[in-house]
């Protein structure tokens, strides 16, 4: 079973930084695109970053050079390393493959304020 399960959510103040996990299981990370996205309340989710099976990452505008997407193939997750962050980063954050089947996490928190 195809599954996938983000941590590393909480709040921080504006400039902080925090790195989110997305554990998989059930699919192997580095065969396959993983996505972040995000959807702050009220709004629409939106992507955030990707990395490919071959390991080219893409971001949002709204976060490039402030955000990092990475794995680790031995403990088969994928990270987001978020700096900088700003009030506007606030929101629940997804990862998201698709493995025969469209798969989301359940989300982790980010809440930035002061």
């Known amino acids: 079973q195809v599954q996938l399960m983000e941590s590393g959510g909480g709040l921080v103040r504006p400039g902080g930084s925090l790195r989110l996990s997305c554990a998989a299981s059930?699919?192997?990370?580095?065969?396959?695109?993983v996505f972040w996205y995000r959807q702050a309340p009220g709004k629409d989710r939106e992507f955030v970053a990707r990395?490919?099976?071959?390991?080219?990452?893409h971001y949002a505008d709204s976060v490039k050079d402030r955000f990092t997407v990475s794995r680790d193939n031995a403990k088969n997750t994928v990270y987001l390393q978020m700096n900088s962050l700003k009030p506007a980063d606030t929101a629940v954050y997804y990862c998201?493959?698709?493995?025969?089947?469209?798969?989301w996490g359940q989300g982790t928190q980010v809440t930035v304020s002061s």
């Open positions: 998201q493959v698709w493995a025969g089947t469209d798969v």
């Open positions: 059930g699919f192997v990370v580095s065969l396959s695109t």
């Open positions: 990395i490919l099976y071959s390991g080219i990452t």
